[in-house]
């Protein structure tokens, strides 16, 4: 690709001036909204995630896999292989499905659709189809072959709740909480660390007054084209390092 063309498909993804293109879909927002819900999990071995959203595009339960209230995830416990049930996770542990199903906070999930990290169990599926969530997506199926899973699908098969395995576009959505202070009016990004051939874009598709503020006393002329701008910024971040 020759500078022009880079400068003009840089420009466009920069033009402050135009909607974003590259925001989160529905589907995506969702099923991400349920993998950060998934971060709160104290479970070792897996965390799951499950965000229920209504027929208007609306968050109306989220949850994770957690112990019940009262019952302190210090003490009870986490293990998935003693030889007594009573000293594994499972006999306690709440699912992400059930905690968001919990969680809801309108009067009922009828014609709502679910999204979760792992496919539901059987009990959990008794939980989604009985709250009248008519729509499941899911990440992995990865215990497929688990009795729990095939009884799952039987019942969501009988009772009309659909089920369908999403891939999203972006495998991964990083939220960097310095990014809020970005400032693209007149002021770089101070996160992340934009390499000198986006920085040079970024100015030059932002302001016309040339000059790249490097911090709140220094700025660099870039000149008028795009050698000049680029060998201008590299020679300041030079300078600085
Ligand atoms: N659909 C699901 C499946 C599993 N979970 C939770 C329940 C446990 O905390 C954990 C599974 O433990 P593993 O056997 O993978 O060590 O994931 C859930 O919330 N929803």
């Known amino acids: 690709m020759n500078a022009s063309t880079i400068f003009f498909t840089i420009l466009h993804k920069f033009d ?16 991400a909204m349920a993998f950060l819900a998934a971060k709160r999990s104290k479970d070792p071995c897996t965390q799951v995630g499950a ?28 293990s998935k292989q003693s ?18 199903v919990l969680n809801k906070n309108q009067g009922n999930l009828s014609d709502c659709t679910l999204y979760v990290g792992l496919f539901p169990c059987n ?14 997506m899911y990440m992995s199926d990865k215990h497929a072959h688990k009795i729990s899973t095939i009884a799952s699908k039987k019942m969501f098969d009988a009772s009309g709740v659909k089920y369908i395995q999403f891939t999203p576009k972006k495998r991964k959505i990083i939220i960097d909480f310095d990014e809020i202070n970005w400032n693209d009016q007149s002021q770089l990004p101070t ?18 007054n040339r000059s790249v ?24 971040s030079q300078e600085q390092l």
């Open 16 to 31: 402050v001036n135009k909607k974003r293109e590259d925001y989160l879909e529905w589907d995506e927002y969702f099923m």
């Open 123 to 136: 009990e959990c599926a008794k939980v989604i189809i009985q709250s009248g969530i008519k729509k499941v």
């Open 213 to 236: 503020q490097f911090n709140d006393k220094e700025s660099v002329n870039i000149g008028s084209n795009f050698t000049d701008a680029n060998d201008a910024i590299a020679k300041k």
């Open 191 to 208: 996160s992340p660390p934009l390499d000198n051939m986006s920085r040079v874009m970024r100015t030059l598709s932002l302001n016309n």
């Open 51 to 78: 965000c229920i959203v209504n027929s208007n595009n609306v968050i109306v339960g989220i949850g994770y896999n957690g112990m019940p209230k009262g019952c302190n995830d210090d003490q009870f416990p986490w």
């Open 83 to 100: 030889q007594s049930q009573l000293e594994n996770k499972y006999l306690y542990v709440c699912h992400a499905e059930l905690n968001a």
